[in-house]
Antibody, heavy 124, light 106 residues
Framework: QVQLVESGGGVVQPGRSLRLSCAAS????????IHWVRQAPGKGLEWVAV????????FYADSVKGRFTIARDNSKNTLYLQMNSLRVEDTAVYYC?????????????????WGQGTLVTVSS | SYELTQTPSVSVSPGQTASITCSGD??????VSWYQQKPGQSPVLVIY???KRPSGIPERFSGSNSGTTATLTISGTQAMDEADYYC?????????FGGGTKLTVL
């Protein structure tokens, strides 16, 4: 069965960095785009970034552009999110979510599987 | 930037039909997905490409999308359907979520 397992969350001071990982299994990782979506405490869903199946296309929300970098290692079936210059408003549960259709990254098939999320708290 | 607007809350009696709407500019020209999220859980895809149901999603969930409004309809609403619901679309190289609708079954 499809599994997405996030890790790397924790408490970090403003201005510092953190790297999240998402380990995938149960599907052909190399043929699906993967997204990061976050949810601040008590708030709605906010899209963060997407990376295409081959890693050559990456798109970011304006709120994280220039600070966050999405990457993937298809040999390890793992997705990453490097988060630099963290701000208090980046505090959220971060989910990785799989595209529902192979090779597309425009969410036309929806996000058919989500991880359990990892909590990032940015606080001094 | 593109925005999707949802009514913050909807109430429905058990067995009745719940309609949750999502509005956005020329939304009918885009594919819309819907997600259900219960407290403390990750979101679950219930509708994609406006009206398709993933395997395992009950038939009482249906969707439509035309003009500026997409609608998620839950027929014969059950207590287990009480949750937050989010619409989502793609616009100009980014994913957009609606603000969410809290469905209360009472």
């Amino acid at each position: 069965q499809v599994q997405l397992v996030e890790s790397g969350g924790g408490v970090v001071q403003p201005g510092r960095s953190l790297r999240l990982s998402c380990a995938a299994s149960g599907f052909n990782f190399t043929t699906y785009a993967i997204h990061w979506v976050r949810q601040a405490p008590g708030k709605g869903l906010e899209w963060v970034a997407v990376i295409s199946y081959a890693g050559n296309n990456k798109f970011y929300a304006d709120s994280v552009k220039g600070r966050f970098t999405i990457a993937r290692d298809n040999s390890k079936n793992t997705l990453y999110l490097q988060m630099n210059s963290l701000r208090v408003e980046d505090t959220a549960v971060y989910y990785c979510a799989k595209e529902g259709i192979t090779y597309y990254y425009d969410s036309s098939g929806g996000f058919d599987h989500w991880g359990q999320g990892t909590l990032v708290t940015v606080s001094s | 930037s593109y925005e999707l607007t949802q009514t913050p809350s909807v109430s429905v009696s058990p067995g009745q039909t719940a309609s949750i709407t999502c509005s956005g500019d020329i939304l009918g020209d885009k594919y819309v997905s819907w997600y259900q999220q219960k407290p403390g859980q990750s979101p679950v895809l219930v509708i994609y490409q406006d009206l398709k149901r993933p395997s395992g999603i009950p038939e009482r969930f249906s969707g439509s999308n035309s003009g500026t409004t997409a609608t998620l309809t839950i027929s014969g609403t059950q207590a287990m359907d009480e949750a937050d619901y989010y619409c989502q679309a793609w616009d100009r190289s980014s994913v957009v979520f609606g603000g969410g609708t809290k469905l209360t079954v009472l």
